[in-house]
């Protein structure tokens, strides 16, 4: 506010700017100081990179206009397919994460193709391989069930968890 002779009363406004930061911050990981933070391959992508050295985990044939399940959903009013998709892929991690306690070693990728839902990830092996295969039969019998369409595991195993390790940042 700016005061001239005290009689007249002149309200100023001002504009304040600052210098632009082009930094990337969001989906980087912090470097530490021994650098003894370990990424995986797909943790170790930087943002910019991932439309093309990542796009394959992420093609999904739901979403088509001329898809079955689309055109159902849009007339009957129900939830958008986008985000029953979403809460499928979520509860299909879940699950995995409970039934395959402490054996996932690297992140769980839910391929759609058509009607079938394909699920890869990296093991380690901590099990019988009697074991492995009745939890590999349990899951994808569970899935199919609650999804309503064929489920297929593709899992690979690796004896030593630190194989799965890309970096050290």
Not at 8 to 22: D, E, H, K, W
Not at 69 to 81: A, D, E, V
Not at 122 to 142: D, V
Request: glycine share 6%; net charge positive.
């Amino acid at each position: 506010m700016l005061y001239l002779n005290r009689l007249l009363y002149v309200p100023v406004r001002g504009f304040q700017t600052s210098s632009v930061l082009a930094k990337i911050k969001a989906g980087r990981y912090k470097v530490t100081l021994d650098r003894n933070r370990p990424l995986t391959y797909e943790m170790a992508m930087i943002p910019e990179k991932i439309g093309t050295h990542k796009s394959f985990n992420s093609f999904n044939t739901g979403q088509l206009e001329g898809e079955f399940r689309y055109k159902n959903q849009h007339k009957r009013g129900g939830t958008l397919l986008s985000h029953k998709l979403f809460m499928e892929d979520m509860f299909i991690r879940k699950f995995l994460k409970g039934t395959w306690a402490e054996l996932f070693v690297s992140e769980i990728i839910v391929k759609r193709q058509y009607n079938t839902v394909r699920i890869a990830g990296i093991i380690s092996r901590k099990l019988q391989p009697r074991k492995m295969y009745f939890l590999i039969g349990y899951s994808e019998e569970m899935l199919s069930f609650w999804l309503k369409c064929p489920v297929k595991l593709e899992l690979q195993v690796v004896n030593d968890p630190k194989d799965v390790i890309f970096k050290y940042i």
